[in-house]
């Protein structure tokens, strides 16, 4: 992954000034391909995606920890071996899904665990992106509890009211592996 690549990510997910119109326009983009039915279930990755198969389940709350019913999610992530697509790819987010919480502010989506960057720079995660009808569009990213770069510094150095939400991934015998979160949104959006 290029420089420039990495800080359109990031720039998408903080709202920096370097590439955010950009980013925007990639947003928008692949909200075009938004499926016309969408529910509380979904995928990310294709069932034959390599890696392991990863289950993501999390619940939305509102700014006042009450479910939030009806928020509309898109999650973007990369592949196991920590890319999003091929450089010069049409659309830069191969892996990518949508959702939308249910009556208990609920949504899950089958894919891969991601991969940390080429060269582990940075934690591997999974982008969301909420558009609420009570705060805004929202950027948030779920990080794992057992990547070895999601340390005690990196906790401290994104508190509480950072874009990160943390989750402990649980294995299972069939060799998947599952993780859980709940998210609080904030009273005004950040993207």
């Not at 939305?60 to 010069?88: H, M, S, W």
């Not at 990518?96 to 009556?103: F, L, M, N, R």
């Not at 960057?117 to 948030?140: D, E, K, N, V, W």
């Not at 989750?167 to 709940?182: F, I, M, N």
Request: charged share 20%; hydrophobic share 35%.
């Amino acid at each position: 992954m290029t420089t420039k690549t990495l800080v359109l990510v990031t720039a998408l997910v903080t709202g920096t000034h370097a590439y955010a119109q950009s980013g925007q326009q990639q947003f928008d983009a692949a909200q075009k391909l938004k499926p016309a039915n969408v529910t509380s279930s979904s995928r990310i990755a294709a069932a034959g995606e390599p890696g392991t198969p990863f289950l993501v389940r999390a619940t939305i709350l509102d700014p006042a920890g009450k479910p939030a019913p009806g928020v509309q999610v898109f999650a973007y992530q990369t592949d196991r071996t920590g890319i999003y697509n091929e450089p010069g790819a049409a659309d830069p987010w191969r892996l990518k899904g949508w959702a939308v919480t249910d009556a208990q502010g609920r949504f899950e989506f089958r894919t891969i665990r991601p991969g940390s960057y080429p060269g582990g720079g940075a934690a591997a995660h999974i982008h969301l992106i909420f558009t609420t009808s009570c705060c805004g569009r929202q950027a948030s990213e779920m990080v794992f509890d057992d990547d070895p770069l999601v340390t005690k510094e990196f906790r401290e150095r994104n508190g509480p009211s950072s874009i990160f939400v943390y989750g402990r991934p649980l294995a299972k015998s069939d060799g998947s592996q599952e993780v859980a979160y709940t998210i609080r949104l904030r009273p005004t959006g950040n993207f």
